[in-house]
């Protein structure tokens, strides 16, 4: 990484800001793992009306002959496909047909997936549930993680009135809520002997914890799944032409908030995932996304991936199986997006998030203890298993004050060894870039693969110094 900061400072690619490099001291104790990362820890999340043919007659998104989107699924390491969303159920739901499975886990084959496959609960009909469930099972078992049933159900407008604007004069409340799910879960159950649930992608934080309480015990359940939009809606206001979107420099500083770490997050992990955890229950984050729906020139931009990345560490560190960055066909902010003009797949730069994670996220994770004199927007995290530790560095500084990071890293516990690192980054040291990021000076494409490349660094005998610039971010790894 010093010489590519080298090159990239005398070609006059970064900001004069990285000059004033403030020292960092992160100290990792390897002797205390705690959670085991799973494999298919990143995700995306998509609507079920993503099962159906393109709206632009170009046939299935999802397809094992959708060779653009199995590459920038693999090269970007995702490895968790959540079908649900909104379009799941209610009057106007997608039903998707035997091809539209077919497509959906072929594609999962190739792409080395686990489904979350959802099912309709509003206006659904069980029997119709079973029989879908049962041509999954009997296709698909291998590639299946669990069903879901129904999407959001703690939000007003699934609540027949007076209690809100539904349409199913069966659900109104939480208990009318959790025995249509059972009833659902019991006859997909009947016809599938074997099948598993997860549920009940809540949106607030109070449903995911009694779920879990009522359903711990009924060997049905193994994963209790919460949604969690973190900056809430785009709009700030109304005016005379309609809502009025959050300004792109407002929408990321919000991303790169400390607050989110000190507050928000916490804030979610007490109310509403701690008593899962407490059940003995596993969670997954199922939907997620730095702000509904995005802001262009924000959501996909290089702060999304600090973000991104971030966000990953923090949930894996608490405990999480998995997150699942929410995901729509047509939307140009996501994670991945059809350009309209090529016809091409593309990924936007929270994609390199993703990549990134999988990259340091092999093994348990570690207590990390990060110290400076002059407290820098940073964070760290770290990994081990018992070859390699991973130690991420995140410099979220942006704007004119934004001040590059010296790092020494000491590892407690470990002999370092052999060390080396990967670097996120935009060319121009832009945190709106949204074009020329890499990871491992390697570009994630839809056509090739990805060969990011880990850069030697020569460390002293129990610690480590690595340059993180403003606006991106490190992945260290040690091995014995």
């Keep these: 990484m010093k010489f590519l900061f080298g090159l990239l400072v005398a070609a006059g690619l970064l900001p004069f800001a990285v000059f004033s490099q403030t020292p960092v001291t992160v100290t990792v104790d390897t002797r205390s793992p705690g959670y085991a990362i799973p494999d298919d820890f990143c995700g995306l999340s998509f609507g079920a009306i993503a099962e159906m043919p393109r709206r632009d007659g170009g046939g299935f998104l999802f397809s094992p002959t959708n060779t653009q989107l199995i590459a920038l699924f693999t090269n970007s390491g995702i490895r968790n496909l959540r079908l649900g969303g909104s379009t799941v159920e209610g009057l106007k739901a997608a039903h998707p047909s035997h091809a539209a499975i077919d497509g959906v886990f072929g594609f999962a084959k190739a792409a080395n997936l686990d489904v979350i496959y959802s099912l309709p609960l509003e206006n659904g009909n069980p029997s119709d549930d079973a029989q879908t469930a049962l041509y999954i099972w009997k296709n698909y078992r291998p590639w ?9 159900p703690d939000i007003r407008r699934y609540h027949y009135p007076p209690f809100g604007s539904g349409s199913d004069p069966a659900i109104t409340n939480y208990a009318s809520y959790l025995g249509r799910w059972r009833a ?11 099948a598993k649930f997860a549920g009940p992608d809540a949106a607030s934080a109070e449903w995911a914890s009694r779920f879990a309480a009522d359903e711990k015990n009924s060997g049905l359940v193994v994963l209790v799944t919460q949604h969690y939009y973190v900056g809430g809606s785009p709009f700030i206001g109304t005016n005379d032409d309609g809502p009025v979107r959050m300004p792109v420099p407002k929408a990321i500083d919000k991303m790169l908030s400390p607050s989110y770490l000190d507050k928000k997050y916490p804030d979610l992990f007490k109310g509403a995932i701690a008593p899962v955890m407490a059940k003995g229950m596993p969670y997954r984050m199922t939907e997620s996304d730095e702000i509904l729906k995005g802001i262009p020139n924000a959501s996909d931009s290089l702060a999304s991936a600090l973000w991104g990345l971030d966000y990953l560490h923090w949930w894996a560190a608490h405990g999480a199986t998995g997150v699942n960055f929410h995901n729509t066909e047509w939307l140009k902010t996501d994670t991945v997006f059809l350009d309209e003009n090529s016809g091409d797949y593309r990924i936007n730069p929270k994609a390199y998030s993703i990549r990134a994670f999988d990259l340091g996220s092999h093994g348990c994770v570690v207590p990390v203890t990060v110290s400076s004199r002059k407290k820098l927007n940073l964070s760290a995290y ?27 890293i000491v590892p407690e516990g470990w002999g370092i060894g052999n060390v080396r690192d990967m670097v996120l980054m935009s060319s121009s040291g832009d945190i709106g870039a949204m074009d020329g990021i890499t990871l491992g000076t ?14 030697s660094l020569d460390p002293d005998k129990n610690r480590c110094t690595v340059t993180v610039p403003a606006a991106s971010a490190a992945v260290i790894r040690m091995s014995r």
Excluded: M, Y
């Design 442 to 455: 390697s570009a994630i494409a839809n056509n090739a693969s990805w060969h990011g490349q880990w850069e």
């Design 144 to 152: 299946l993680e669990c069903f879901a049933i129904g999407n959001e």
């Design 382 to 408: 770290a990994v081990c298993d018992k070859t390699n530790l991973f130690v991420t560095i995140i410099n979220k500084e942006h704007g004119a004050d934004a001040r590059s990071a010296s790092v020494t």
């Design 184 to 194: 659902f879960a019991a006859a997909i159950a009947h016809a599938v002997p074997g």
